[in-house]
């Protein structure tokens, strides 16, 4: 049987990614095989990456909603595939993404100066 959390529980774990992002948090998008969770990134490339605003997200019965980022530009060539939430210094791991599943880019197809856009992000506690 999986997991089952009361909606509390599954609020404040939303909560709790938020605060821990905080504000100015780093939305990176990269290309390649995702690391193991908060690995060195070593072989995959930073397509993008987008600021993330104020407040960093909401959450309301275990689905924590990200609050869409403005625009940003492509900064390699290649396909998104996954991304890395670090806190506003680029480096301290929070959470990572696979593309597709818990967000959307406007483009998979990534290239230097492509203006890119986030449609949806968000992150879905157990049972929600």
Partial sequence: MALGMSVTLRNARGAA???????????????????ATGAAITSQVKLAEFTMGTPFATTSTGVTTITLPANTTGLAAGTATWARLTKADGTTFVTDFSEGTDFTLNTTTVSIGLTMSMSTATVTEGNA
């Fill in 17 to 35: 990614i938020t605060a821990e992002a905080g504000n100015g948090a780093k939305f990176q998008i990269y290309s390649g095989t995702r690391p």
